[in-house]
């Protein structure tokens, strides 16, 4: 994973409640292991119609979203079964960062697992920016480091992660990259344990 202390990019809200992980990526999708490639499936039954045409009301899909590197999503989402494979299609697509007023828990943590940063703001902060976002795209600084949310009307919104997850993700680090680094210690006490 690469690791980041700030991101700026441009935000495109969806606002709808109780997104399941099914809609993030349809179960027919779910057949790779490899986390690549499922980028052009996210949102696949909002994002085309019937016929394998773009549906062009999509949020997704109208010209002045695209390049969105954040998603601005409203209550719960993520919710339903735990597929890993809904972060990879968000990051696959180009998102750096989700956020909303809840996630689902475990949608929250295969998103840190794979380097997407989920953001819970204030209801009323999130509010304002699916407002912004039905007017236009819009761009958002976050700065994990400090943990802010920023845009350019003046909008600073706090936001709370664990230590241990904002390290991971300053450094790029995931779960065996982490083991890794204990690699002498780890060799040193089987060493001992064999004798």
């Known amino acids: 994973m690469t690791g980041f202390k700030k991101l700026d990019g441009k935000a495109v809200a969806l606002d709808r409640a109780n997104v399941d992980t099914d809609q993030i990526i349809p179960k027919q999708f779910l057949k790779r292991i490899e986390k690549t490639g499922f980028g052009r499936f996210l949102f696949f039954d909002w994002r085309y119609k019937a016929e394998g045409v773009l549906n062009e009301d999509f949020e997704l899909n109208k010209p ?3 390049g969105a590197t954040f998603l601005i999503a409203n209550d719960n989402f993520g919710c339903g079964s735990s597929r890993e494979h809904a ?3 968000l990051l696959d697509y180009g998102f750096k960062a989700v956020i909303a007023p809840s996630f689902a ?3 929250k943590q295969n998103c840190l697992k794979n380097g997407i940063l989920p953001i819970v703001l204030k209801e009323e902060e999130v509010k304002y920016l699916l407002e912004r976002g039905k007017e236009k795209a819009f761009a958002l600084e976050i700065d994990l ?3 802010t949310v920023k845009d350019e ?4 919104a706090t936001f709370p992660i664990s230590d241990y997850w904002k390290t991971m993700l300053v450094n790029g680090w995931d779960e065996i990259e ?3 680094q204990l690699d002498e210690k780890i060799s040193a006490y089987e060493q001992k344990q064999s004798v």
């Open 64 to 66: 002045e979203n695209q």
């Open 87 to 89: 972060p990879w299609a």
């Open 105 to 107: 828990d475990i949608f």
């Open 145 to 147: 480091v400090e943990q």
């Open 153 to 156: 009307e003046g909008l600073t």
């Open 178 to 180: 982490i083991t890794l």
